[in-house]
């Protein structure tokens, strides 16, 4: 039952920085165009 909650919270993290991280880039490349 924990390793679940483990994977849910690896799942959920890395769609975090991922999502942050893009919404950077796209900050960045509409600051710049």
Known sequence: ML???FT???I???LATTWF???V???L???TA
């Open 25 to 27: 880039v796209y900050r």
């Open 29 to 31: 490349l509409k600051r």
């Open 8 to 10: 849910g919270l690896v």
């Open 21 to 23: 991280a893009g919404y």
């Open 3 to 5: 390793h679940i909650i």
């Open 12 to 14: 959920a993290v890395a």
